[in-house]
């Protein structure tokens, strides 16, 4: 059987690096891999092939940056005219990305069955491109691959429950494989002179933060209220939205440690000995999670309700005075109970592909 694996933003390399190690543990199915190259820039790519020992893609796309609708477009012609060459058995999708979304509409329209691993997410906000991209994949995926129960009930509620599989999350798989070789390699805490669980970690990407210049202010000026260091890996995005919006005296501060997007060693370690996470990346809410370190959330919604209901996740929003007083009022619960599986989500992923389809 021959699976076309597509990937193109950096969580897709995390998730399936651990596939294709199942994967490649059996003769049965042959992956060949496509990177639409949605992301390019080597610390948003390539290093994390490197790391992860993600064979080299078999086809490279070099699509880039654009609107929604020209990256969107020029992937979907590409990955068509790879399919109609390949003629794979079955198209494999990861989460919500524009790559997804492309890979997905191509596969349905050749009439070749559709896999999507992180099905059933749901924010129940249409403004988020990547909302969009999830409702369409799940709704034209034959397989369906749910990291929760939640997730389950959410594609029940939209009428899906043929090949639907609750698999658990790719991502603990990735997070048990990966941590404690992540701590002892990593040297980033000494390199940013930080003591563990003496520091906050914070990411901002998300469009409906960036392209907002009074939300990414807010954000920022919260940041600078806070009473520990702020490590803050910069997306290129956020980078130049700051730049644009000449928000930067708002970072510039001795407290504020911002760095270049860090690869996946370096963000586990960091997440794994902060005194808190604070974020709008769907991922890293679960990564703290499952690290159990707490975390606030700086959109008004999660898809991740999990986190919020044990208590380890706090919805800020961009709000500055709802972001301090979050950390003020850190919860930390006594245990995050298993609610992403067992760690095994790949092996039940490959088992599926291989006997059920
Ligand atoms: C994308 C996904 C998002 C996912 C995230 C993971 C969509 C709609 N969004 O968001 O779901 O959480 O990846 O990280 O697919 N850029 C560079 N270098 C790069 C990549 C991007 O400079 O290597 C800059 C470009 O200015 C680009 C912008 O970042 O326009 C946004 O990149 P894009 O891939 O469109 O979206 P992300 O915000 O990374």
Not at 158 to 175: A, P, Q
Not at 246 to 264: F, S
Not at 327 to 334: A, M, Q
Request: aromatic fraction near 8%.
């Amino acid at each position: 059987m021959h699976i076309l694996t597509i990937v193109g933003a950096r969580p897709q390399f995390i998730k399936a690096s651990m596939l294709s190690k199942a994967i490649n543990s059996q003769s049965k199915i042959k992956e060949i891999m496509v990177h639409t190259g949605q992301h390019y820039d080597d610390n948003m790519s390539t290093i994390f092939f490197d790391q992860l020992k993600l064979a080299k893609p078999d086809y490279y796309l070099g699509i880039g940056s654009g609107s929604h609708g020209e990256q969107t477009s020029k992937m979907l012609l590409e990955l068509e005219k790879i399919m109609m060459s390949v003629k794979p058995d079955i198209v494999l999708v990861y989460g919500d990305t524009n790559s997804t979304l492309a890979g997905s509409i191509a596969a349905a329209k050749l009439h070749i069955p559709l896999a999507h691993v992180e099905a059933g997410l749901r924010s129940f906000n249409k403004k988020m491109p990547e909302e969009i991209n999830r409702v369409i994949t799940d709704h034209l995926s034959t397989l369906l691959f749910c990291p929760t129960q939640t997730a389950i009930d959410n594609l029940e509620h939209e009428g899906i429950s043929r090949g639907v599989y609750l698999t658990g999350d790719i991502m603990y798989d990735s997070i048990l494989y990966f941590k404690d070789h992540a701590i002892q390699q990593s040297t980033i805490l000494e390199d940013l002179s930080l003591t563990n669980n003496n520091y906050y970690l914070a990411t901002v990407h998300r469009a409906e933060n960036t392209d907002q210049p009074e939300h990414l202010k807010q954000i920022l000026t919260a940041f600078q209220q806070l009473d520990k260091t702020v490590v803050l890996p910069l997306h290129p995005r956020t980078k130049s939205k700051i730049k644009q919006y000449k928000l930067n005296e708002l970072i510039d501060l001795p407290h504020i440690k911002t760095v270049e997007p860090l690869h996946y060693f370096d963000m586990l370690a960091l997440t794994a000995q902060a005194t808190a996470v604070l974020t709008d990346s769907g991922g890293l809410q679960k990564e703290a999670y499952m690290l159990q370190i707490p975390c606030i959330t700086l959109r008004q919604e999660t898809e991740w309700i999990e986190t919020v209901q044990t208590g380890w996740n706090q919805l800020a929003g961009y709000n500055t005075k709802q972001i301090v007083n979050n950390v003020r009022n850190l919860k930390t619960p006594n245990h995050s109970p298993p609610r992403f599986g067992d760690g095994k989500a790949a092996y039940a992923i490959q088992h599926i592909l291989m006997n059920d389809f």
